[in-house]
Antibody
Framework: QVQLQESGPGLVKPSETLSLTCTVS??????????WSWIRQPPGKGLEWIGY???????NYNPSLKSRVTISVDTSKNQFSLKLSSVTAADTAVYYC???????????WGQGTLVTVSS | EIVLTQSPGTLSLSPGERATLSCRAS???????LAWYQQKPGQAPRLLIY???SRATGIPDRFSGSGSGTDFTLTISRLEPEDFAVYYC?????????FGQGTKLEIK
């Protein structure tokens, strides 16, 4: 059973960089069958896809965030990470990491981690 | 990007009743790459349906999906108490992937 777990600071100051890591167990980020995604959900609102990465390092980002987002992968640690720069209060959200199934839907999700942007 | 509009925003039904949730896309969804998720308070979304009509592993057969092109439907044949939650549709055929705004299914 694949499990994903997000980790990182729960509070980030405006204009700084949000950094989160997703640790995968029960599966491998090096599997060529899957992509690995980040998705966020502001409190009380809907879901927004941030982007995904393949084990090779190939990425695809949401154009609405592309200028501020970097997703990377560390196959030796079976982890992938999210960096979001120049954050504002609008970036306050629960951030989820997830595995993309063979054609792109998210079949396994982490429990999510709330990141608050505030001074 | 493809905009997904879900209706109704809130659906009030009783256990045992049939629920029909709609998801309409602003343009055709490639290869019926349309998924449905269920989300309960404080939990991550759970995949119910992918490819418009394929049930994910472990999902009861009272959940079914249908549709193609721009119109998709999630049907719950007989509501169980644990089915009351928020449901999201998602298209993953065109980048960026996008989600609908959600339908809240509440107990009447």
């Amino acid at each position: 059973q694949v499990q994903l777990q997000e980790s990182g600071p729960g509070l980030v100051k405006p204009s700084e960089t949000l950094s989160l890591t997703c640790t995968v167990s029960g599966g491998s980020v090096s599997s060529g069958s899957y992509y690995w995604s980040w998705i966020r959900q502001p409190p009380g609102k809907g879901l927004e896809w941030i982007g995904y990465i393949y084990y090779s390092g190939s990425t695809n980002y949401n154009p609405s965030l592309k200028s501020r987002v970097t997703i990377s992968v560390d196959t030796s640690k079976n982890q992938f990470s999210l960096k979001l720069s120049s954050v504002t209060a609008a970036d306050t959200a629960v951030y989820y990491c997830a595995r993309d199934g063979p054609t792109g839907y998210q079949d396994y999700w982490g429990q999510g981690t709330l990141v608050t942007v505030s001074s | 990007e493809i905009v997904l509009t879900q209706s109704p925003g809130t659906l009030s039904l009783s256990p045992g009743e049939r629920a029909t949730l709609s998801c309409r896309a602003s343009q055709s969804v490639s290869s019926s790459y349309l998924a449905w998720y269920q989300q309960k308070p404080g939990q991550a979304p759970r995949l119910l349906i992918y490819g418009a009509s394929s049930r994910a592993t472990g999902i009861p057969d009272r959940f079914s999906g249908s549709g193609s092109g721009t119109d998709f439907t999630l049907t719950i044949s007989r509501l169980e108490p644990e089915d009351f939650a928020v449901y999201y549709c998602q298209q993953y055929g065109s980048s960026p992937e996008t989600f609908g705004q959600g339908t809240k299914l509440e107990i009447k």
